[in-house]
């Protein structure tokens, strides 16, 4: 039995790369949601940003407190550096897809990125481990 549980199981040992593998699960189990709903009812897809957004700062607290909890010291720093990496992973997602320009609101979102997720660290750094 524990062989099975040990070649089952899979942990990464780095909590940046762990903080952001959930948070990018956590962000595509949001567009599945969203994409339901917007299929569901009559909503057109400019009226979604909203909650776009709402599923990136969620998805940014949730790799945030993943990422301050395995490392756990300097909950902020791990988190932010997931916040900064997960918002230049969807910023190059946006330039190649889109072929969208860098402007100054990239920059907030980017800055909003480090805040969110270093504030998921924080808290992910101060749960107990058990």
């Known amino acids: 039995m524990q062989l099975i549980r040990r ?7 780095n909590p940046i790369l ?38 990136h700062g969620l998805s940014l607290l949730v790799g945030g407190f993943v990422s301050g909890k395995r490392s ?27 072929d969208a320009s860098f402007n100054w609101k990239d920059s907030l979102q980017l800055a909003s990125a480090f805040l969110i997720s270093a504030l998921g660290g924080i808290f992910g750094v101060n749960t107990r481990r058990s």
Do not use: K, N, P
């Not at 070649?7 to 040992?13: C, K, T, Y």
């Not at 990018?24 to 339901?36: C, N, P, Y």
């Not at 988190?79 to 946006?94: A, K, N, P, R, S």
């Open 7 to 13: 070649m089952v199981s899979f942990r990464m040992s």
């Open 72 to 98: 756990g010291e300097r909950g902020w720093y791990h988190g932010g550096i997931t916040g900064i990496v997960y918002g230049l992973i969807v910023l190059l997602i946006g330039f190649l897809a889109l």
């Open 18 to 55: 762990s903080g952001l593998c959930h948070a990018f699960v956590w962000m595509m189990l949001g567009a599945l949601i969203l994409s339901f709903f917007l299929w569901m009812t009559g909503m057109r897809e400019q009226d979604l940003s909203l909650y776009t957004y709402v599923v």
